[in-house]
């Protein structure tokens, strides 16, 4: 009798799904050559609403005052700037029609009291 024997290998497949995407790469105005005392920093975090497709930038100032901020693409160009009045502690701020940029890393930057913060991201589609 001629047995025949099968062997079932199971497949992996890496599905990519196509949707738009942020993805934070690093934060920092500029690095403390020392470990600081505690005390209060102004901080810049950006995420993404998928529902509306605008960006917001989480901001934690020192002191309230106007920020202005501009989004500069991977060629140094400028693509978006404006300016928003911020309170001391915690803001969020929306930058609308980002779905309309293309794929690539883009820098926020925003100059709050003479200061410059920035931070880096991503967009996929």
């Excluded at 160009?77 to 911020?86: A, E, I, M, R």
């Amino acid at each position: 009798m001629n047995n025949k024997f099968y062997t079932i290998l199971p497949l992996c497949v890496l599905l990519l799904v196509s949707f738009n995407g942020y993805s934070k790469v690093v934060t920092s105005a500029s690095l403390p050559t020392s470990l600081p005392s505690v005390e209060k920093k102004t901080t810049i975090t950006v995420s993404s609403n998928r529902a509306t497709g605008d960006m917001l930038l989480y901001i934690v100032a020192e002191k309230a005052g106007e920020a202005t901020i501009s989004l500069v693409n991977e060629s140094g160009s400028t693509v978006l700037q404006q300016t928003n009045k911020v309170t001391k502690s915690k803001n969020v701020i929306s930058l609308k029609d980002i779905q309309a940029l293309a794929e690539g890393t883009y820098t926020v930057r925003m100059v709050l009291h003479n200061q410059t913060f920035s931070t880096t991201f991503m967009i996929w589609k």
